[in-house]
């Protein structure tokens, strides 16, 4: 069993774990993970930028959706926890078409050109533009202008910079979680 609770897919389901199928591959898991820590474990990506491991799942960016067999519509893989026998599909065309939008909604509105930044795919906001198509062109022809705010430099141990904040909520997640 490795540090993040996940076996192999080929051991037989322990007391304490379950199984579900995520895009074909069985995948055994930890009771009380969620769909998104058992892909992961298991070596499937799903995009996220809200999830840290550190915090309470919050689901705020919407990337990580997925569907599941049995369930309308899309779910974030973040907050739903992983159920025995469930089927998931990570990679679908209206799980991708909702990825790309929500993506396109946080990058539309965030000042800067994050797809042409000199950070060079060392950014989560590059990679996940990437693996899902977007580019800088797409971007622009979204944009209606730009606002620029003033960052808020009044506290003494951070500067926010609300032209640069994607709404992930980690900030507003850690303060009252890690740094009471």
């Known amino acids: 069993m490795t540090t993040t609770g996940m076996v192999s897919s080929s051991a037989t389901t322990e007391a304490g774990s379950l199984q579900l199928t995520i895009d074909g591959k069985k995948v055994t898991v930890q009771k009380g993970k969620t769909v998104l820590q058992a892909a992961h474990g298991a070596g499937i990506y799903i995009p996220t930028l809200c999830y840290d491991p550190d915090l309470r799942p919050y689901g705020a960016c ?69 693996y899902l198509g977007i580019t800088q062109e797409d971007l622009e022809r979204l944009r209606r202008g730009k606002q620029i705010v003033q960052p808020d430099t009044s506290h003494p141990a951070f500067d926010r910079d609300h032209n640069k904040c994607i709404l992930c909520g980690r900030c507003v997640q850690a303060c009252p979680e890690i740094a009471r």
Not at 90 to 108: D, F, S, W, Y
Not at 111 to 120: A, D, E, F, R
Request: charged share 15%; proline share 1%.
């Open 62 to 130: 919407r990337l990580c959706l997925v569907q599941i067999e049995g369930m309308r519509g899309v779910v974030s893989s973040c907050t739903t926890p992983a159920a025995d026998g469930m089927v998931v599909r990570t990679e679908t065309a209206t799980v991708n078409l909702a990825r790309r939008v929500g993506l396109e909604l946080i990058l539309v509105n965030h000042q800067g050109n994050c797809l042409t930044c000199y950070k060079n795919l060392s950014c989560e906001i590059q990679k996940v533009a990437q």
